[in-house]
């Protein structure tokens, strides 16, 4: 019994350090000492403790050894083997019939049997052993002239080993000690097995958890990036506002070519990302100009003095390097640098030609002429298309030319349709200013040239105090 309690003191202490670890070793308790080592390194400590607790349960019960054999002396033979193990409980029945009762009543580990015996053989025996207890372990303890019987059960799979009479009792004893052995391991691995399902079901569900949590994370950063770019947009405008009040003619033209360029990259169906580029680009593509004489608004290149012309040729770049200098509109600078390029090889300042120039850079080369053949040397729509058209594969890319002529060709109103005259405080949406709206100092509100918008309405109604509201505009529609 003190040896019984060492052992658990010993074991109990080695669990300790399992724990620690991580790792589960165990010395099992019989005789022939095997060292067996688990590699539970994957499962939590709380699992290395269930698993020790389990194995520690298994090894203090005690091993139930039914033995089978009608003759009488060898089942007193085998009582006496196992006589001072306070560790094994032995069963003993004259007959397979009498085994089969004390099977029903207890609950027996592992059954050794004589094969030859006078009622039930022990091959029947094993048979129905097997088909009405299928975890109990069995054995047979048979004399040699039962060999050929023995190896026909070990061949159908009844029988875990085969033992042979006359017995040595060492020998007997090492091969019941593993048989208990491989029956707690086999119990143990099986609840493992059970508790290992319940944990991948709690590891799904924690995975799912994690997935949830994350989604609604990123939802947050998306919410939160749609913000940051409507705040973004709504500095960009204010910024194409404020270059309106600096130079009147300037932030009218710059307006008109955002209308156009829209048209032209929804025609050319652009990705988002891409489209926005040039939108952007769209707004301060002549930001260079900002200061500049007003004549450089008003005169074509040719009609300027030798130091205006080199502020004009220079307004590019200038242009590049004030957006450059800003990180979140530095990836616009280049569209800013080449809207003068021609698709030739004859522009400014680079003197780039084709798909050299970045397509921003051609649709805006496109959408500033065009509005500078209007707005700058009084053309037509018509006239301005006829020379987009002689200059496409010149100064213009073809295939950007041929869907921005499509573009002007399908507009009928806005832009280019008819022409009267309305109160500041009766425009509608969609109708194309041709004068200013000016505040009561004088200080220019909404340029011409722009498309009227519901946002639009909404400043106006929002400053009515500061505008002459019966004030008469000119508009296209
Ligand atoms: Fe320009």
Request: overall charge negative; hydrophobic content about 40%; aromatic content about 10%.
């Given at each position: 019994?003190?040896?019984?309690?060492?052992?658990?003191?010993?074991?109990?202490?080695?669990?300790?350090?399992?724990?620690?670890?991580?790792?589960?070793v165990v010395i099992t308790k019989y005789e022939k000492k095997q060292a067996i080592l688990f590699d539970f390194h994957l499962l939590s400590h709380e699992d290395d403790y269930n698993f020790a607790y389990q194995l520690e349960a298994a090894l203090m019960e005690k091993g139930k050894i039914l033995f089978v054999d009608d003759e009488e002396e060898a089942l007193l033979l085998l009582k006496r083997v196992f006589f001072d193990d306070d560790n094994i409980e032995i069963f003993t029945a004259?007959?397979?019939?009498?085994?089969?009762?004390?099977?029903?009543?207890?609950?027996?580990?592992?059954?050794v049997t004589n094969l030859r015996m006078s009622k039930m053989s022990g091959n029947e025996f094993l048979k129905i052993v097997k088909d009405r207890y299928p975890e109990v372990?069995?054995?047979?303890?048979?004399?040699?002239?039962d060999i050929s019987s023995a190896i026909k059960a070990?061949?159908?799979?009844?029988?875990?080993?085969?033992?042979?009479?006359?017995?040595?009792?060492?020998d007997l004893k090492a091969t019941i000690y593993n048989a208990l052995e491989y029956i707690n391991m086999k119990s143990i691995i099986k609840s493992q097995n059970k508790e290992l399902k319940v944990l991948n079901t709690k590891l799904e569900d924690k995975v799912k958890e994690r997935t949830a949590q994350l989604e609604k994370a990123l939802n947050r950063v998306k919410d939160l990036a749609g913000t940051l770019k409507n705040n973004f947009n709504e500095i960009v405008s204010l910024l194409a506002d404020v270059v309106s009040l600096l130079q009147k003619n300037l932030g009218a033209h710059s307006r008109r070519v955002v209308e156009l360029t829209e048209l032209?990259?929804?025609?050319?169906?652009?990705?988002?990302?891409?489209?926005?580029k040039i939108i952007y680009s769209a707004f301060f593509h002549d930001i260079g100009l900002v200061g500049a004489n007003?004549?450089?608004f008003t005169r074509d290149i040719d009609q300027l003095d030798s130091d205006s012309r080199e502020i004009y040729l220079q307004h590019p770049v200038i242009g590049e390097k004030i957006l450059g200098s800003v990180k979140t509109l530095g990836r616009i600078a280049g569209i800013i640098r080449s809207h003068h390029e021609e698709y030739n090889g004859t522009g400014f300042p680079d003197g780039l030609r084709g798909k050299q120039i970045s397509p921003g850079a051609r649709i805006i080369k496109l959408t500033s002429d065009f509005d500078n053949l209007v707005y700058k040397k009084g053309k037509s729509k018509e006239e301005a298309i006829e020379i987009i058209n002689n200059e496409s594969a010149k100064l213009y890319d073809p295939a950007f030319a041929g869907a921005f002529v499509r573009i002007l060709e399908k507009s009928?109103?806005?832009?280019h349709g008819s022409y009267c005259r309305v109160a500041v405080k009766n425009l509608k949406p969609g109708m194309h200013l041709e004068d200013d709206i000016s505040l009561k100092n004088g200080l220019m509100f909404v340029p011409s040239g722009v498309t009227v918008t519901k946002k639009m309405i909404q400043k106006i109604n929002k400053f009515s105090s500061m505008l002459q509201l019966d004030y008469e505009v000119g508009i296209r529609f």
């Open positions: 019994m003190s040896d019984l309690l060492f052992f658990c003191k010993t074991i109990t202490i080695m669990l300790l350090f399992i724990r620690l670890r991580g790792w589960a004259p007959g397979g019939e009498e085994g089969l009762r004390v099977l029903e009543s207890a609950d027996i580990d592992l059954v372990l069995r054995m047979i303890l048979t004399g040699y002239s070990i061949n159908k799979g009844e029988v875990y080993r085969y033992l042979s009479k006359p017995w040595v009792d060492e032209l990259c929804d025609e050319m169906a652009l990705k988002n990302d891409e489209r926005e007003e004549e450089l009928t109103g806005g832009l």
